[in-house]
């Protein structure tokens, strides 16, 4: 792998930290109707977001997703988007990248919105990364804007291998079980906290989940919950 500074178009790693965002209610401002602004736009509208694209014109997705999601589509450019900007809680810039493009990211900035800059990642604050649903494992590959053919492709690779592993697949369904149960019968989070520490650190549970034995597993997870809890979860 390449170090950090063998390529002018990297961002500094130690800045970023990935984190998981709730969409829905969130108010997004689009600037650009075209493949990129249209792509975003559509994906943060389809998990509950409010959207307004201004754009001087607009893609024929973009029209589908007016009917769909409500997506308001607002024709002007980059002065008619600030005209929004109080109204957004994050700006998307998918447009050639110019000073007035910097000066309304840099604005965005100062007042404290998310904001990713897709002709030019370095300056925004939100990376969208290459992500996968995986019946409810979500996993998401960025490399913070050196090459998205390789952040696919890793992310190609990782979704091959968990989908693979029966130790992903038992660990996901029985941890997820119990700790159902345990927020409805165990009151006390210090004490949910040691189970889960205890469990992951259970090499019974462990090998019982490597080897695929969802059933077993089950059964001893809620041992090592009774022991530790002092009673039936």
């Not at 059964?219 to 809890?229: F, H, N, P, S, T």
Request: proline share 3%.
């Amino acid at each position: 792998m390449a170090t950090r500074g063998e390529h002018d178009g990297s961002a500094d790693a130690t800045l970023y930290h990935p984190l998981v965002l709730r969409i829905e209610g969130l108010r997004v401002l689009v600037v650009g109707g075209g493949g990129v602004g249209s792509r975003r736009a559509i994906l943060l509208a389809e998990k509950g977001a409010e959207v307004k694209v201004v754009s001087l014109e607009f893609s024929p997705e973009l029209d589908n997703a007016k009917k769909l999601y409500g997506v308001e589509l607002i024709e002007g450019g980059i002065d008619k988007a600030r005209e929004y900007l109080d109204w957004a809680s994050m700006l998307i810039i998918a447009v050639p990248w110019s000073g007035e493009a910097e000066d309304l990211a840099r604005e965005a900035l100062r007042k404290g919105k998310l904001v990713n800059t897709a002709p030019e990642g370095r300056l925004g604050n939100v990376i969208f990364p290459f992500a996968e649903d995986l019946s409810g494992l979500i996993v998401a590959i960025t490399s913070l804007g050196v090459s998205g053919l390789a952040a696919r492709r890793a992310l190609e690779r990782v979704i091959e291998v968990l989908k693979n592993d029966p130790e992903i697949a038992c660990l996901y369904e029985t941890h997820g079980r119990l700790k159902l149960r345990m927020k409805k019968s165990i009151q006390d989070p210090t004490i949910r906290m040691r189970i889960h520490m205890a469990l992951w650190q259970d090499v019974e549970y462990r090998r019982l989940c490597a080897s695929g034995l969802l059933g077993e597993a089950w059964r001893r997870a809620l041992e090592v919950a009774r022991d530790i809890a002092g009673r039936e979860v």
